[in-house]
């Protein structure tokens, strides 16, 4: 891809220049993907649903705390059961 004309590979190829620099772009966006290391998408992937668990729990403690609280001031001191 790099080093050869574009004009060279086309007749070369016999294929359009435009198909050249297509195929070229497409190459340098794609390549790295094929070559990239899938364990860090794994753990990438694991480290967002970990975080997202994360902040799941600490919603969940808020709203428990709420919960006690306003639990707390409506119920009376006493609850009398008909004694």
Same mark, same amino acid.
């Given at each position: 891809l790099r080093g050869e004309k574009i004009s %060279? +590979?086309?007749? @070369?190829?016999?294929?359009?220049p435009n198909q050249i620099g297509k195929w070229k772009k497409l190459a340098e966006e794609e390549l790295a993907v094929l070559f990239? @290391? %899938?364990? %860090? %998408?794994? $753990? *990438?992937?694991?480290?967002? &649903?970990i @975080?997202? +668990? *994360?902040?799941?729990i600490g919603q969940r403690d808020v709203e428990i705390s709420w919960l006690k609280k306003k639990y707390k001031?409506? +119920?009376?001191r006493? &609850? $009398?059961?008909g004694e």
């Open positions: %060279k +590979l086309s007749s @070369d190829c016999q294929v359009h990239a @290391d %899938k364990r %860090k %998408k794994e $753990n *990438y992937s694991q480290e967002r &649903i @975080d997202e +668990l *994360y902040k799941t001031l409506e +119920l009376p006493e &609850i $009398n059961f």
